[in-house]
């Protein structure tokens, strides 16, 4: 951005935002004269930001960097959008100005003295790896969410793993018994029956112990 006294770069003041930290951006201000240029700034939120120099007197086709500090902040503004304005006025001065001590009256509008002036906007951009307040909370909501789930899934399987044991053990006490049974009573159809139902119940432990002891615990 140019105008007839001075250029200033970048066009915008971008931050990099992050919350309880302080972030910082650099305006290079160009004296494009032959004269000396003496510069002040101002800002519509100056609790928010500290400005170091925010005056001073550029030397002819020299230049000088102001460092502009956004204050550490405790919450994300809505959107990510910021409406504060900075503006930095410059005006010619006579070769001997003090850059310490410039007048109070540097900067008025008033004779043939002409005030030169440069609006700049503010711009919040978010670091990589770093999401805005809503993004976290939604975030950190979803993943209780997502936990609270695996935790029930984990619960309900526990249930299924223990019941499934508990039949097992039904099915091994009647096996018992029915072995007991057999060791009683001498009948070849009663014994090929029992072998039948035996290899059944075989089958049906093992299907459940498969199915308890693959459950996650």
């Known amino acids: 951005m140019s105008n007839g006294l001075i250029s200033v770069y970048p066009e915008e003041l971008a931050f990099d935002f992050e919350l309880e930290k302080q972030t910082y951006c650099d305006l290079k201000v160009a004296n494009n004269t032959e004269h000396h240029v003496a510069f002040k700034v101002k800002t519509t939120s100056p609790k928010k930001y500290f400005v170091r120099p925010n ?91 997502m936990d609270s789930s695996s935790m029930q899934a984990v619960q309900v399987l526990k249930e299924e793993r223990d019941a499934a044991i508990h039949q097992t053990q039904q099915l091994q006490q009647e096996l ?20 039948a139902f035996v290899a059944l119940i075989g089958i049906m432990v093992g299907f459940i112990l498969n199915l308890a002891f693959s459950a996650p615990s």
Request: proline share 7%; with cysteine; charged share 30%.
């Open 55 to 145: 005056t001073g007197v550029i030397q002819p086709w020299d230049s000088c960097v102001i460092t502009v500090t956004l204050q550490a902040q405790r919450e994300y503004p809505p959107d990510m959008q910021c409406k504060d304005k900075f503006l930095l006025q410059s005006t010619k001065v006579p070769p001997n100005t003090d850059v310490d001590e410039i007048p109070q009256d540097t900067f008025s509008k008033d004779g043939e003295k002409t005030i030169e002036e440069c609006k700049l906007k503010v711009v919040y951009n978010t670091p990589s790896g770093h999401g805005n307040a809503d993004e976290e909370r939604l975030s950190s909501r979803s993943f209780k969410r």
């Open 176 to 195: 018992e018994l029915l072995r007991r049974r057999r060791n009683r009573k001498s009948d070849p159809g009663f014994t090929l029956m029992f072998a």
